[in-house]
């Protein structure tokens, strides 16, 4: 650390930067920022800053509003799109309350907590998302396509493949590496695919990914959003998680004996997984809108399934080329781009260590029938459905003692208290669906 601190000091003092965010996320997962100068720049790296977090969504109240933000600097980057005379830099932050303990309502002690649970259990643990987002004209809430293409699509379809070209040279000037990118499916649908890396440092990459494309967007007069479901009639955007634990340099997931090489360490992490779905969704997919995404027909997760090479299927098992056992992971499809990566690492990490713990028992493989069965012949196969809408995930969140426990109970209470309040809205709204389907008639 006394290195990394001497690193930033010199780079912003040789670079001339001129001002240095402090990055960080309320509960919601939404990224707040301040500045300082660099005069300030050594005390906040030894003390930290304060500032007050009353107003900001899960954390003090107003009578313990006092909070400081420590600059990890480790994290330190100059921002790409504020170059110039006036520089710009910016380092993720870890919030503590003025005696210097981590606050339990900052996000990112959450992960760093449960990250630290598996590391008592000599597990590291991985991630690699696929990020989906689309690109409209412009902020409008009629949203309006870019092009038309589909999969894969190249020119004159996908017109925005400089927009992604842009973006992905903006994001290796950050030190994010990006091994993937490509047209989705719908209409103006792009993704990144991130290289993994351990999973706090790719909770700070996925923020700064969301940022990084918004910021290219505007700089090229269009709008990005990582909403769920903007476009009723095609498939939405999700963060599929590529996850994988390692036993120091050995992937805890890789054994050549096991079901598709994978070990019983695997085995318990799926199980986990399957196990507490229900409890853990509302985190993964947290807005009235994401359940939009999670519906039959449009290659997004609707059961509690696992399978090698259904799409459908809530865990799949991607095949990993010869000799790469490092590679051998397991892909979680529920999550969407629109969650506190933060959070949802937690509670995924939780349930899956809980399946290896308790010796989950891994049930058997699904194919895509499961979406031909009826509800009768599901119920006997003991196929479970994901949470349908968001009442339904706060519902099976409430009585999560795993959740409760991962989250720790401020995040807990606080998470909860919001969402009922954002679904009471959305069960108040009146829809132009229904404007439209009921008031000629009724």
């Known amino acids: 650390m006394e290195r990394q601190t001497e690193y930033v000091l010199s780079t ?19 990224l707040k920022s301040f500045a300082i100068t660099p005069a300030e720049l050594e005390l906040a790296l030894e003390e930290g800053v304060s500032f007050d977090g009353s107003s900001i969504d899960g954390f003090s109240r107003s009578h313990e509003a006092d909070m400081l ?20 830099a910016r380092m993720f932050c870890d919030i503590v309350t003025p005696d210097g303990q981590p606050f ?26 696929e990020i989906e987002y689309f690109y409209f004209k412009d902020a409008s809430t009629t949203p309006e396509v870019l092009d038309r293409g589909g999969y894969f699509d190249l020119t004159p379809l ?35 695919d991130l290289r993994h890396t351990d999973a706090l440092t790719m909770a700070d990459n996925i923020v700064t990914t969301r940022l990084t494309v918004k ?47 994978l070990s019983k360490v695997a085995e318990g992490f799926i199980a986990g997984l399957l196990t507490h779905a229900a409890e853990i969704t509302a985190v993964t997919n947290q807005w009235v809108n994401s359940y939009k995404r999670l519906v039959g027909g449009f290659d997004a997760p609707v059961y509690e399934t696992w399978a090698r090479n259904d799409q459908s299927a809530l865990v799949r098992i991607p095949a990993t080329r010869k000799g790469k056992i490092d590679s051998t992971r397991i892909e979680f499809r529920s ?10 690492l937690s509670v995924i990490l939780a349930a899956g260590l809980d399946g290896i713990a308790n010796n989950h028992p891994l049930p058997p493989e699904t194919g895509s029938d499961v979406l031909k069965m009826t509800a009768e012949e599901r119920s006997v196969a003991g196929v479970r459905r994901l949470p349908s809408n968001l009442s339904e995930a706060i519902r099976a969140m409430e009585s999560s003692e795993l ?13 909860l208290r919001n969402k009922r309040r954002e679904w009471a809205r959305y069960e108040e709204h009146v829809s132009q669906y229904e404007l439209e389907e009921y008031l000629p008639v009724l």
């Not at 933000?69 to 170059?83: E, H, M, N, Y």
């Open 215 to 261: 910021e290219v967007a505007l700089e090229q007069g269009i709008h990005a959003t990582f909403m769920p479901k903007p476009l009723a009639q095609f498939d939405g955007s999700g963060m599929h998680l590529h996850l994988s634990l390692f036993q120091g340099d050995e992937n805890a997931f890789y054994d050549p004996s096991g079901t598709y090489e």
């Open 403 to 415: 959740v409760r426990d991962a989250l720790g109970e401020h995040v807990f209470s606080w998470f």
């Open 158 to 192: 996908d017109v925005a493949q400089e927009y992604r070209r842009s973006t992905i040279m903006t994001l290796e000037k950050l030190g994010i590496p990006v091994a993937f990118s490509h047209h989705e499916v719908s209409p103006s649908q792009h993704e990144l």
């Open 12 to 30: 912003v003092k040789e670079r001339g930067i001129r001002f240095i965010r402090l990055w960080f996320t309320d509960v919601q997962g939404f």
């Open 69 to 88: 933000a420590k600059p990890d600097p480790s994290t330190f980057q100059i921002l790409p799109w504020r170059g110039g005379e006036a520089g710009v």
């Open 335 to 344: 999550p969407d781009p629109a969650c506190n990566p933060y959070l949802a």
């Open 104 to 129: 339990p309502g900052d996000p990112r002690h959450v992960l760093r907590r449960n990250l630290q649970r598996a590391a008592d259990l000599g597990y590291s643990f991985y991630a690699a998302p």
